[in-house]
Structure formats: structure tokens, C-alpha cells
């Protein structure tokens, strides 16, 4: 089999990372609404950046990982803040799709089975409003693109990987579960992938309104995708923070964001060690 741009870049750095004393994940954690305190409950970390992985895409050079054991399960935590990908569907400009979902795959060759995601995100419905969290229970790819697009064949996945059991239901309802016993509100949507990064017009959302999104985010579609791709389990978790009823300002937006990281923090600080057991199952059924 000819390899591919993407198994030069992943398959090397899985090993690299395997000489350098990195322990295999069971659970990436790729976060989206920042590391927050999470990276604290690790015990025997390690802490290195791209540029330690020669192989890795220039986006992710400067993006950390943090690596460590919890309940005797091995997390990486990585922040979803690449630089570079904010343009042409998240890949940068002029440099493969692919690129979007690089750290799924080097999670999954590395033996990673669940990917946790989170994410910020619009609310469409008042059942989803401003303040509250999402866990997404389904997803539409209208971002125009794929990180599968002109892939070929890798062994790092099949070419039409299979998704409709991407976002695992057993992991929503353990999820769901810890929520209500917090007291925190978190609703199950579909979730409209959108590109970035401009913000949607008032007409995109009256559309999107009546297709059957719950919730829009935008540049997720690509470790999604990539997610399904190299078999991972998907658990994608939003923090709702505009519903799109009036004019955007960045600041208060931010402002929002910051206010609502926390409680989805929170939440999975609490629902880790029933995460922890179903990664436990998934790597049984293996």
C-alpha cells in the first residue's frame, strides 16, 4: 500500500512519541473551550509541544500536549487552538484538509479509543440557551469540506468511514446523567458544522433553524470526521454561548465563553471516572 501524506505524518510522530516515553492514550481529550484545571489531575505527566514531533503539520507546532495517568487509565489533553487553521475549512491556507484533524489520528494510532471534544457553540432552539451546555448527539457537515478530501488509502482508516454510530449514545447518557446530578444544564442536540471563521448572518440562521440542528459550531466537522475515520468513539461536548437573536460583539461573546468553560469543566471533571469506564469497555470490545 502507498503510504500517504497523513501516515508520514502521523505514523512517525506515534512513534516518536513512543521513544521519547509518552504513554499511549486511552482518551484524548481535544478542547476546544481551553485546558482549563483538567491537565492538574494528571499523575506522571508529561508536557511537550509540535515542535518536539518533527512529522507534525506547522498548524499544530505550537500546541501543547499534556500526557498523564488518571484512575490507571493514560489521558492526552490538547488544546484545540491550533494556529493557521482558521482559514479554507480549518486546513490553512493552501495545505491539505487533513490537517484539521491531525491530532485525532495520532491519538488513535497511538492507541487512543474515545475522543472527548469540546467546543463553543450557537443555540437555534430555546431548548438550547445561552449559558447552558450541549452534548451532541448528531452531526451535519455543511462546512464544504472534509479532512477525508483526496486522502486515498491509508491504513490509518477506510476510506468511507462509517458514522452512524459516531457520537457514542453510552457516553451521552453517562454524561447526561452526571449533569442532572450537578444540577447543570445540558441538552442533547444535532449539531450544524459550519466553517469559520465568520460568524453567521441572520438569514443562514433562519435556515438553519429549520433544518434539524439543534446547535452550529464552527471548524468541527474535521476532527469529527476524522474521529469516525481512524474508529474512535466521540464524545462532543458544546458551551452554548449566543443564540443568534441579536448583534455580535466579540468581547461579551468571549466574555460568555469564559463564564460557561468553567460549569463544562466542571462536568467533566465529574463525569471523568464513568468516561474512564466506558473507555474501559471499548477497549474490551476491541
Not at 144 to 149: A, E, Q, S, V
Not at 164 to 184: F, K, P, S
Request: net charge negative; with cysteine.
Amino acid at each position: 500500500m502507498q503510504t500517504t501524506l497523513l501516515d508520514q505524518a502521523v505514523l512517525p510522530a506515534a512513534a516518536h512519541l513512543k521513544e521519547l516515553g509518552v504513554p499511549s492514550p486511552d482518551v484524548c481529550f481535544l478542547l476546544g473551550t481551553g485546558l482549563g484545571n483538567l491537565p492538574r489531575l494528571l499523575k506522571l505527566k508529561r508536557w511537550l509541544t509540535g515542535y518536539e514531533i518533527p512529522s507534525a503539520p506547522q498548524a499544530w507546532q505550537e500546541v501543547g500536549l499534556f500526557a498523564g495517568t488518571y484512575r490507571g487509565k493514560t489521558l492526552w489533553m490538547i488544546e484545540d487552538a491550533p494556529g493557521h487553521l482558521q482559514f479554507a475549512g480549518g486546513a490553512g491556507p493552501g495545505q491539505p484538509a487533513w490537517h484539521r484533524g491531525y491530532p485525532v489520528w495520532l491519538a488513535a494510532a497511538s492507541g487512543a479509543k474515545l475522543l472527548i471534544h469540546t467546543c463553543a457553540a450557537v443555540g437555534l432552539d430555546a431548548n438550547h440557551p445561552v449559558g447552558s451546555l450541549g452534548v451532541v448527539s448528531d452531526h451535519m457537515n455543511l462546512s464544504g469540506t472534509t479532512p477525508l478530501l483526496g486522502l486515498g488509502t491509508t491504513p490509518l482508516g477506510p476510506l468511507f468511514p462509517d458514522q452512524t454510530r459516531l457520537h457514542h449514545r453510552g457516553l451521552r447518557l453517562r454524561v447526561l446523567e452526571r449533569a442532572q446530578a450537578l444540577g447543570t444544564t445540558l441538552v442533547e442536540g444535532v449539531a450544524a458544522c459550519l466553517p469559520g471563521p465568520s460568524l453567521s448572518t441572520p438569514a443562514e440562521l433562519a435556515w438553519l433553524r429549520q433544518t434539524p440542528a439543534h446547535l452550529a459550531a464552527q471548524d468541527t466537522a474535521g476532527p469529527w470526521i476524522a474521529c469516525a475515520h481512524s474508529g474512535m468513539a466521540l464524545l462532543a461536548l458544546t458551551a452554548i454561548c449566543d443564540d443568534g437573536s441579536g448583534p455580535v460583539r466579540m468581547p461579551e461573546l468571549l466574555d460568555r465563553m469564559d463564564r460557561i468553560a468553567p460549569l463544562l469543566e466542571d462536568l467533566l471533571l465529574n463525569a471523568l471516572p464513568d468516561l474512564i469506564q466506558v473507555a474501559a469497555e471499548l477497549e474490551s470490545e476491541a
